[in-house]
């Protein structure tokens, strides 16, 4: 990474408390962390920029086309999609020009303030690749053309940034389908496995989704098993969560709407398998079945020890005009109220005191941390807290974490942070401000007298490295 210039200098202490003397103590904490290696165990990069390892193209395309955050802040504004370069899947015009979309983002810098966009954007464009000055209106061009002189150095390539940012462990997202050739040629490239694949199965688990019977023809012809019935279907997923396994996977990934995990009876799931691939199952069959299907998510997981990573209460594309012109992911998905106290409790009541069964829950309804989250974590062994999520990954909402889940769930309930993102380049700066904010957290309990500065310089390192470590240990 490069040294900040001096045209463009941070704030050294950004995100510490603001009182002098919580602040001194902060900066200690801070100091001990901050240059730990990075474990970064939930996340979206695609494991083929890696293989790649191809020059990023552009500022435009590094830093605003595939940033949902950032898009969804200037369309709330009244920008086009694609005037910010998102193509379309109608045949409408987008916006081609790489300048321009820059131009049009720096003209709206003024918007992220606040935002943790606005802070991960520093880092990255400050520390990462010290540029000299913020974006503006007046500085676009003079900003764009210096990073892309930047972007087309050998030390700025995907790999290359990987080892700037000290990560020791990086997660990928990965279909219950894929053949996993991409992991395969990085480890080899690499002569190590540093990046790992993630078995998420969601297109295959909610039967009434568009596509879903050409997925399953898909999961038979990966896995070699026909699954024309309920049965040889979970044996090719049970197949499938073993070639992950072979490839280094650690970790399943679930995003449903709702967390209930109501085992289904084998004739029922065997009845609604078959109205599926017929077409014919209802709301109700296919919202009992992907409950179901999260309760043998956890079965499999005691089996064979992929840790099970849930996150629901999201309405994924709410606005129906977004999707059909952009496609998914478009910035269009909305937090929902989440119940979890009964809807985990089938599967807790199962597997929750089982040593073999290891379950991180993330949500983006932070109200659920103190009333059930925090308590469930502080009783079963099996189930970890995730560090805030998504919406939740701002500061006022990652301190907020900490005070209603710490005090009855404790520090070691929880996962440490690992983030959630699909930008390279925004990894060190997500990471930065979770140590941050665990710095001042932990500084404030020292000045209360709640814990001593040697125990908050360890907790502040478990946090940020350790914890995620453990939480996703491969089974011995």
Not at 76 to 81: F, L
Not at 170 to 176: G, I
Not at 182 to 200: I, N, S
Not at 404 to 424: K, Q
Request: with cysteine; hydrophobic share 40%.
């Amino acid at each position: 990474m490069s040294e900040q210039p001096p045209g463009w200098t941070l704030d050294p202490d950004r995100a510490l408390p603001a009182e002098p003397g919580v602040r001194a103590l902060a900066r200690e904490i801070y100091a001990a962390t901050s240059r730990l290696p990075i474990v970064s165990m939930h996340g979206h990069v695609e494991v083929d920029l890696l293989v790649q390892d191809s020059a990023f193209e552009n500022p435009a395309e590094l830093f605003v086309i595939p940033d949902h955050y950032l898009v969804r802040m200037l369309v709330s504004q009244g920008e086009s999609p694609a005037d910010l370069g998102i193509p379309t899947h109608d045949g409408t015009p987008f916006e081609t020009d790489p300048r321009e979309i820059w131009r049009r983002f720096c003209r709206n810098w003024k918007l992220f303030r606040g935002t943790p966009t606005r802070y991960w954007l520093e880092h990255e464009l400050a520390v990462v690749f010290g540029a000299p000055v913020p974006p503006s209106e007046e500085a676009a061009d003079e900003l764009y053309d210096f990073l892309l002189d930047t972007l087309s150095r050998e030390e700025f390539r995907p790999r290359a940034l990987l080892d700037a940012f000290n990560v020791e462990l990086l997660a990928t997202t990965d279909s219950a389908a894929s053949t996993l050739t991409g992991h395969r040629k990085l480890a080899e490239t690499d002569g190590r496995q540093r990046v790992l694949p993630t078995f998420r199965p969601d297109d295959l688990l909610h039967i009434r989704r568009p596509g879903w019977a050409a997925d399953i023809r898909e999961l038979s012809e990966v896995s070699g098993i026909e699954a024309g019935d309920f049965d040889s279907f979970l044996a090719a997923l049970r197949g499938r969560r073993a070639a992950f396994l072979q490839a280094g996977a650690r970790a399943t990934d679930h995003g449903h709407l709702s967390a209930d995990t109501t085992p289904l009876d084998p004739a029922d799931a065997r009845e609604i398998y078959a109205a599926g691939l017929r077409g014919e199952a209802s709301p109700a069959q296919a919202d009992a079945f992907a409950g179901g299907m999260l309760f043998e998510m956890a079965r499999m997981s005691a089996e064979d020890g992929l840790v099970m990573q849930l996150h629901p209460g999201v309405l994924r594309n709410h606005h129906r005009g977004i999707r059909t012109r952009y496609g998914t992911d478009q910035g269009f998905d909305i937090p929902v109220r989440v119940e979890f106290t009964r809807a985990l409790q089938p599967l807790l009541n199962s597997f929750g005191m089982d040593p073999a069964f290891r379950m991180v829950v993330f949500t983006t309804d932070e109200t659920v941390y103190s009333r059930e989250l925090a308590p469930l974590a502080g009783a079963y062994p099996g189930l970890r807290l995730g560090a805030p999520w998504w919406f939740l990954d701002s500061p006022e909402q990652m301190r907020r974490f900490r005070e209603s889940a710490v005090e009855t769930a404790g520090f070691y309930n929880t996962s440490g942070f690992v983030d959630d993102t699909r930008a390279l380049a925004s990894i060190p700066a997500r990471h930065d401000l979770a140590r941050r904010i665990d710095a001042g957290f932990l500084a404030r309990l020292v000045a209360e007298g709640k814990l001593g500065l040697d125990e908050a310089v360890e907790t502040g390192a478990d946090l940020a490295y350790h914890l995620p470590l453990q939480s996703y240990a491969p089974r011995s």
